[in-house]
């Protein structure tokens, strides 16, 4: 048993070492599939990835990636080929009604379709300034489980900000969810990073919502499925 420890004068006890646990972080690159675009495209994007990620879970975080960038790629490639709207912008233009515009957007939108054209040639310039380092690094922070699936802090400026996103590893495991639901809640996050807003808990009706639910479609019209099977992934 210790015994009492008498303080003189001036004493003071040792300073508590506090440990400090930092990520470690691994680089890896998705390729940018070809797309009719104005602005020049970068051959890949890169994202520095939190180690304590499985393999397994790094492999769907790039098939995640996949499906974003296969729908931004789908949408410019059927405009090229003649159609008035591609099927995102069909999609998004019948649900969605609120917030149309990102915060840097002066503008205003008169429909959801031309907001996705919008939300699309900022995307474009988050893709460009990824793959050219014009950035910030796009870090992909790990949270191991919480309230949220994907989660990107808002930004205001898709020439500057960054694709840093913070994923749910639980939810990467969970076999239940299809790859492109994941991949419209890590669209959602990347919109909070191009200057979109909603309110809290709020998705219906919402650009923000709508346009991540039309992906976790395959930008089909909604049926008789509960709105929440879609916006539980949402963050």
């Known amino acids: 048993m210790m015994g009492n420890i008498k303080k003189g004068k001036g004493f003071k006890f040792p300073p508590i070492k506090r440990v400090k646990i930092s990520a470690t972080y691994k680089k890896i690159q998705v390729s940018v599939p070809d797309a009719p675009v104005s602005e020049v495209l970068p051959d890949r994007i890169t994202f520095y990835v939190d180690n304590r990620f499985t393999t397994k879970q790094v492999n769907r975080i790039r098939q995640m990636i996949g499906v974003v960038l296969n729908n931004w790629r789908n949408h410019f490639d059927e405009l090229n080929n003649g159609a008035h ?12 009604r609120f917030n149309l515009a990102p915060v840097w957007f002066d503008e205003k939108l008169s429909n959801g379709s031309a907001a996705a054209g919008v939300q699309m040639d900022g995307f474009t310039t988050m893709i460009a ?3 050219f380092d014009r950035a910030a690094k796009a870090y992909i922070m790990y ?19 960054s694709l840093s996103v913070t994923i749910n590893a639980t939810a990467l495991d969970n076999t239940s969810v299809s790859t492109i639901f994941l991949g419209g809640s890590l669209q959602h996050a990347w919109l909070h990073r191009e200057g979109y807003r909603h309110p ?15 992906v976790m479609r395959g930008n089909n019209d909604k049926t008789s499925t509960p709105a929440n099977t879609y916006t539980k992934w949402l963050d």
């Open 200 to 214: 809290i808990g709020k998705y219906i009706s919402y650009f923000a919502g709508e346009a991540s639910m039309c």
């Open 129 to 131: 300034v990824n793959g």
């Open 85 to 96: 709207r591609s099927r995102y912008q069909n999609c998004v233009n019948k649900y969605a």
């Open 143 to 161: 949270q191991k489980s919480g309230s949220s699936t994907i989660k990107g802090m808002n930004a205001s400026n898709p020439e500057k900000a």
